[in-house]
């Protein structure tokens, strides 16, 4: 039995990870202001700007791998408050990385496709990046700090969906909710991306771990798929009507933060390194569906001490 630490454990990614791990392992996730209820697995709230990382987790919990799945990872926040962005999304990453190294605890940082301008598209590991927003210029920080203060991090760029604590987070809730209660809503045609099923990621995070992995990785699906098709591809899973998508480009959008359009990243070195197929984004679309049915989703939403 292996002991994790899962920071951001009361986000989409974390949370998941970590009641995925709590199945065979141990696990000690770390939240900052969201209160948790029943979990099957241990949680402490701290402030990974301000409170010390070392001391009060390493030191005590003794962990054999760290997954760091805390962020700022809302892109208007972050260009609202680019100071608070960069703290968290860069310089704390590198802080752990650095503790990690020096105790012998393996690291895995959580990053982003939009590290990439999303001028080509099927971006491998080698390829340069030119990130756009604030939220993705914080990240790619956090990749080099990363990279610098302990080597042999892994360093997981990702894109996921999935079920959440608020049931709000992710874009397949988005189109989920709006499509059950009837709400028309717009569908970019002209973003294209590799959406992962969070569990289907959660796998895939803990087997790098368990072979050691190290370095830079998209952990992305295996096919993509615009966010439009995304969205008709969940009305169709869930038998709801796709006629309320609306097609459109993301120009004719109100977003602040500038997006990437093509942010298809190739899993290559991923399948090859872990020799085996990586899941498509539909494989997740239908995981989604079957956790819907089996009562996942409520599951997650109990968890918040608001429910
Ligand atoms: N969602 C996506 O599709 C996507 C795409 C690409 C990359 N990513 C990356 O994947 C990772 C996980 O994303 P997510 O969507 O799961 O995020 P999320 O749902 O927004 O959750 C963020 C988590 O970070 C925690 N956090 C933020 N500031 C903190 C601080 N100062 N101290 C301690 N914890 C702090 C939050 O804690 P509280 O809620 O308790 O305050 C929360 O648990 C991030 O690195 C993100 O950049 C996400």
């Not at 590290?115 to 990240?139: H, I, R």
Request: charged share 20%.
């Amino acid at each position: 039995m292996s002991r994790f630490v899962v920071t951001g454990a009361s986000g989409l990614l974390g949370l998941n990870l970590s009641l995925q791990i709590s199945v065979n392992d141990e696990v000690l996730g770390i939240a900052n202001t969201s209160p948790l209820n029943g979990l099957p697995f241990e949680i402490q709230l701290m402030d990974l700007v301000s409170d010390n990382f070392e001391e009060d987790v390493l030191e005590i919990y003794k962990p054999d791998a760290v997954i760091h799945c805390a962020a700022i990872a809302n892109l208007e926040e972050c260009e609202k408050n680019p100071e608070l962005a960069y703290h968290t999304n860069a310089v704390v990453p590198g802080e752990i990385a650095f503790q990690c190294r020096k105790r012998g605890v393996k690291f895995v940082h959580i990053s982003t496709d939009a590290v990439f301008d999303g001028k080509s598209g099927n971006y491998s590991e080698d390829d340069l990046t030119n990130p756009l927003s604030v939220y993705a210029k914080t990240k790619r920080a956090g990749e080099e700090n990363v990279q610098n203060q302990n080597p042999d991090a892994i360093i997981a760029r990702v894109n996921f969906f999935g079920w959440s604590l608020s049931g709000t987070r992710s874009l397949g809730e988005f189109f989920f909710n709006n499509l059950i209660s009837k709400n028309p809503i717009n569908g970019f045609i002209d973003v294209n991306f590799c959406p992962l099923y969070v569990s289907h990621l959660s796998n895939l995070l803990l087997e790098m771990v368990k072979v050691d992995l190290s370095g830079i990785y998209h952990v992305v699906s295996s096919d993509h798929m615009t966010k439009y098709e995304f969205g008709c591809a969940i009305a169709n899973q869930f038998g709801l009507d796709h006629s309320l998508i609306n097609p459109i480009s993301v120009t004719k959008s109100n977003l602040k933060a500038e997006r990437s359009l093509n942010l298809t990243l190739s899993s290559k070195k991923l399948s090859n390194d872990l020799n085996r197929s990586i899941p498509t984004t539909l494989d997740g679309i239908n995981q989604f569906y079957e956790d819907y049915q089996n009562g996942y989703a409520q599951k997650i939403r109990n968890y918040s001490i608001e429910n």
